[in-house]
T-cell receptor
Framework: AQSVTQLDSQVPVFEEAPVELRCNYS??????LFWYVQYPNQGLQLLLK??????LVKGINGFEAEFNKSQTSFHLRKPSVHISDTAEYFC??????????FGIGTKLQVIP | DGGITQSPKYLFRKEGQNVTLSCEQN?????MYWYRQDPGQGLRLIYY???????QKGDIAEGYSVSREKKESFPLTVTSAQKNPTAFYLC??????????FGSGTRLTVV
């Protein structure tokens, strides 16, 4: 079975500063990897996904993530955050053709 | 635009009452899912369906029931057997590349 670990439950960062949200996973087979964002009282929205190919994946709202197979990581980054990025971010992993497992989420707090 | 519609947005349940949460999609996706979200616990899978007229239990199915009579619809019933139903419930469907589309959620409160 696969698992996902989001290493930080909360990340405070000043506006216009860079941010990295960390995600590690474990799986005995090849996986697809995802990042989702959730704004208060809303559903989750797909930010980006890694299925195959280039290990650097670009998503919406200026976010990107890098798949590192040797470290089994899929960290999410943004070079300059905005107040509107304040939300909860979920990393997810799916062995091919199987159900997705979600991490417990990281709350990003952007400070003006 | 294609998407998932969950209703109602807020729902109140009395002790001993069954309630049904609606989930409708127009994305033509085969697979649909119900998750429960509690603070600090992430998303926990309740039930999922990969095709019409078939569904499987997830990790926390006790006290819940579902049906999948149409591809577009996957309603969730929270029964009186679910002793702690207060939570945020999310419905999702899965595309061919395994990305999920979520509805906007239903917040259920026991009164």
């Amino acid at each position: 079975a696969q698992s996902v670990t989001q290493l930080d439950s909360q990340v405070p960062v000043f506006e216009e500063a860079p941010v990295e949200l960390r995600c590690n996973y474990s799986s005995s087979v090849s996986v697809y990897l995802f990042w989702y964002v959730q704004y208060p009282n809303q559903g989750l929205q797909l930010l980006l996904k890694y299925l195959s190919g280039s290990t650097l994946v670009k998503g919406i709202n200026g976010f990107e993530a890098e798949f590192n197979k040797s470290q089994t990581s899929f960290h999410l980054r943004k070079p300059s955050v905005h107040i509107s990025d304040t939300a909860e971010y979920f990393c997810a992993v799916s062995p091919r053709r199987q159900k997705v497992t979600f991490g417990i989420g990281t709350k990003l707090q952007v400070i003006p | 635009d294609g998407g998932i519609t969950q209703s109602p947005k807020y729902l109140f349940r009395k002790e001993g009452q069954n309630v049904t949460l609606s989930c409708e999609q127009n994305l033509n996706h085969d697979a649909m899912y119900w998750y429960r979200q509690d603070p600090g616990q992430g998303l926990r899978l309740i039930y999922y369906s990969q095709i019409v007229n078939d569904f499987q239990k997830g990790d926390i199915a006790e006290g819940y029931s579902v049906s999948r009579e149409k591809k577009e619809s996957f309603p969730l019933t929270v029964t009186s057997a679910q002793k702690n139903p207060t939570a945020f419930y999310l419905c999702a469907s899965r595309s061919a590349d395994y990305g999920y589309t979520f509805g906007s959620g239903t917040r259920l409160t026991v009164v």
